[in-house]
């Protein structure tokens, strides 16, 4: 989860495709209000494929992502860059911290039941070896997980934080459903993705075919330019008659 959180926050494509977003979003909606934003939220980002050209077959997320890869290449990578963001979309952070709580209670029932027992054997007696040595280790493990969590938290309130979350959001926001957003926008940008590969595809070998076609045509002519012979040739012919 922390490796997510510092994934998403640090990536350079993102901040770049949000920008492009609002440029185009004030562009479009030229002098009203909605034409002046500052910024937008992340939320938005899973709707832009349901706005429609007129023709119904190009999206606002498809036109944006064609747009903004031709002024950034790199931008056509983003999807797999953040792909842990699908990894971590179902992981609740209060399911952690519910786990973790669990596990601490565990322990701490374990720590009383040993503190009776050791009133009534010696201390080296064979089982308190074992039980302080599995005390001290399952202590450790507590640790670590309740400093995980704490780490995990902190990271994840920063990150909303940086993208502009207000406080009660903050608060109100789950992990999974954060990263559920997200993975479902990278997922759409992804069809994008593959959608104008397929197009660029495509005109590649339509370049190619009219390329070889043109060499077809000068090889005609046994090393001339065949379409100016050919021109001539009618102006030849017209002038004759």
Known sequence: MRKAIKQ??????FPHLLG???SMGNYLNGDTPKGQAGG?????????DATKDKSNKISLLQYALDTAIAAKPDLIYLSDELKIIHEVKGTSLDGLSKGVSSFSAGFNKFKAQVKKIKEHVDDDDPFMRIATQFYNDSRKKCEQLEQGLANVEKDFKEMLK???YADKEITATETSEFFGMMSEFLFKFDKCVQATKAEQLKNQKKNEANKKKGQTIT???KGEDAMSK????IKSDLMNN
């Open 8 to 13: 998403f926050r640090e990536n350079k494509n």
């Open 20 to 22: 492009f977003l609002l």
């Open 40 to 48: 937008f939220h992340l939320k938005v980002l899973p709707k832009l």
């Open 162 to 164: 940086y993208f502009a």
């Open 219 to 221: 090889s005609a002519g």
């Open 230 to 233: 050919m021109v001539n040739q």
